[in-house]
Nanobody
Framework: QVQLVESGGGLVQAGDSLRLSCAASGRSFSNYTMGWLRQAPGKGREFVAAIGWINSNTYYADSVKGRFTISRDNAKRTVYLQMNSLKSEDTAVYYC????WGAGSPDAREYDFWGQGTQVTVSS
């Protein structure tokens, strides 16, 4: 079992930056690929980024490539999402998720554990 708690969301203006954090508790954090997914009002859950459990390979949705950076600190059991040049279309609830032995899948169904989400609102 892995428990995930996100933080760092908020209300910002277009062009601003935010850094989301996801603190994990439980065993074997380093064995989990960690992902960030988001859900805007009236839309399905959308893959944003993932970082692998081995070699920390990173994966990004085309919509955030070059603006967002995912990273992890296994010693702190924390994964981060640095979001720069935010746009109004980035407004959503952002979820942290864990996929044991995962390959960085963009499919939300592959993730085994989820946080409660943190709201990010970007005003234009």
């Amino acid at each position: 079992q892995v428990q995930l708690v996100e933080s760092g969301g908020g209300l910002v203006q277009a062009g601003d930056s935010l850094r989301l954090s996801c603190a994990a508790s439980g065993r074997s954090f380093s064995n989990y690929t960690m992902g960030w997914l988001r859900q805007a009002p009236g839309k399905g859950r959308e893959f944003v980024a993932a970082i692998g459990w081995i070699n920390s390979n990173t994966y990004y949705a085309d919509s955030v490539k070059g603006r967002f950076t995912i990273s992890r600190d296994n010693a702190k059991r924390t994964v981060y999402l640095q979001m720069n040049s935010l746009k109004s279309e980035d407004t959503a609830v952002y979820y942290c998720a864990a996929d044991r032995w995962g390959a960085g899948s963009p499919d939300a169904r592959e993730y085994d554990f989820w946080g409660q989400g943190t709201q990010v609102t970007v005003s234009s």
